[in-house]
Nanobody, 127 residues
């Protein structure tokens, strides 16, 4: 069973950094592709979540949205059942609820491809 719990959100200023964590309490984490999505204010449904980054089950390949490329880094530690999102040079437009997602079939940039989601963690960036 996959149960994802995000942490690390908060309120920061433009240019600051923040690291999000997402931990799975199950026993199959190392078999799962993981991703981060975000839901900005005004986006009311799950399908409106915006892809941020994804990583393969072994961490060997990553892919980013253009809007975060060069500023955000996704990584994982399979010994800790945790995936991270290191966010740097944060901007007000990064303000959102950030969700981690997991899937057995591989990486994707599409919400519908992921079967398992965390509850989300709020990131607020002020100017």
């Amino acid at each position: 069973q996959v149960t994802l719990v995000e942490s690390g959100g908060g309120s920061v200023r433009t240019g600051d950094s923040l690291r999000l964590s997402c931990t799975d309490s199950g026993a199959t984490f190392s078999t799962l592709a993981m991703a981060w999505f975000r839901q900005t204010p005004g986006a009311n449904t799950k399908n409106e979540r915006e892809f941020v980054a994804t990583i393969t089950n072994n961490g060997g390949w990553t892919y980013y949205a253009d809007s975060v490329k060069g500023r955000f880094t996704i990584s994982r530690d399979n010994t800790k059942n945790t995936v991270y999102l290191q966010m740097g040079n944060l901007k007000p437009e990064d303000t959102a609820v950030y969700y981690c997602a997991a899937d057995k079939l591989g990486t994707s940039t599409v919400v519908a491809a992921f079967d398992h989601w965390g509850q989300g963690t709020q990131v607020t960036v002020s100017s």
